[in-house]
């Protein structure tokens, strides 16, 4: 199996690293970064190698989903873990998913745990899906920060990761890792959930400040727009916002992040829309 991180932040790569090659059992560690080269990303390019990990440095910014294909182009009958470069990763997790795999699954997840640290009082488990954490009350879904898929099954069937659901620099695109994962399931794939193992999701501690999440919020609406599931996604955010039973602020907080997220839903049929007419515009009335 093939441990692959599309990483983004040179940081957290060194951060996990030891860690994470501590808990494989003759895997491969494979981390691309998906930014422009610099001294810094060179010498931790070289730590991982070191380490006996491989890095390489993409040299420019292209985005999470075009990482991703990269990686299932580079391995093209593998099975491929994916991780985000945030992820410490658990000896049990990673074997389970690698008998899930050899079992004949196509695509297996495990659940993201969260740190074990104190909270603001605007996070509730509401929110946890916001940090890419599995509530511990709820079931698990397949998400992109631990997501391991048979690159043969999804190379037969012409599938990859959607470009318009990227998250490129700065913005907080999210929802192509689940897209990919409905639609290796549409073409009859079989999924593999792991709910008895996880893996810590170690994410920076600035996310979570409020205007983080707020414009998380945001840009889930966006993704919720960009995949037609507007009022569907909005409905769903809703629910998981109001269903926090950790703290008394669940109603006020729900309709906060619910609010802001209706402005991500809005904004992105607005977009839509005005895309279409201006194609509509530019094509030439041939009556």
Request: hydrophobic share 45%; with cysteine; net charge positive.
């Given at each position: ?238 629910h998981r916002h109001r269903t926090a039973p950790d703290s008394r602020l669940r109603l006020p907080l ?34």
């Open positions: 199996m093939v441990v692959a991180i599309c990483a983004f932040h040179v940081e957290n790569v060194r951060k996990h690293l030891h860690h994470n090659l501590a808990q494989l059992s003759g895997d491969e560690y494979f981390v691309q970064l998906d930014r422009p080269s610099t001294p810094e990303a060179e010498l931790v390019a070289a730590e991982v190698n070191a380490a006996g990990g491989t890095m390489h440095v993409l040299g420019a910014t292209s985005g999470l989903s075009a990482s991703r294909n990269l990686m299932l182009a580079r391995w093209p009958n593998h099975h491929v873990l994916f991780i985000d470069d945030d992820v410490r990763l658990d000896a049990k997790a990673v074997t389970a998913i690698r008998e899930a795999l050899r079992a004949g699954a196509h695509v297996v997840g495990a659940r993201l745990a969260r740190p074990r640290h104190l909270l603001p009082w605007y996070v509730t488990s509401g929110q946890f899906h916001l940090l890419g954490w599995h509530r511990d009350d709820r079931d698990i879904k397949i998400w992109g920060a631990c997501m391991a898929v048979d690159t043969a099954f999804a190379r037969a069937n012409g599938l990859d990761f959607d470009l318009a659901l990227s998250r490129t620099g700065g913005n907080l695109q999210s929802g192509e890792d689940t897209t990919f994962v409905k639609l290796m399931k549409d073409t009859g794939a079989r999924e593999q959930l792991l709910p008895d193992c996880s893996v810590t999701h170690d994410v920076d501690p600035a996310r979570l400040s409020l205007r983080y999440l707020l414009r998380r919020a945001y840009w889930q609406g966006r993704c919720e727009s960009g995949r037609n599931q507007a009022w569907a996604g909005l409905r769903k955010e809703w729900a309709c906060l992040y619910g609010v802001v997220t209706g402005w991500g839903v809005l904004h992105g049929l607005l977009l839509w829309s005005w895309r279409r007419a201006g194609q509509s515009a530019a094509t030439p009335d041939r009556t």
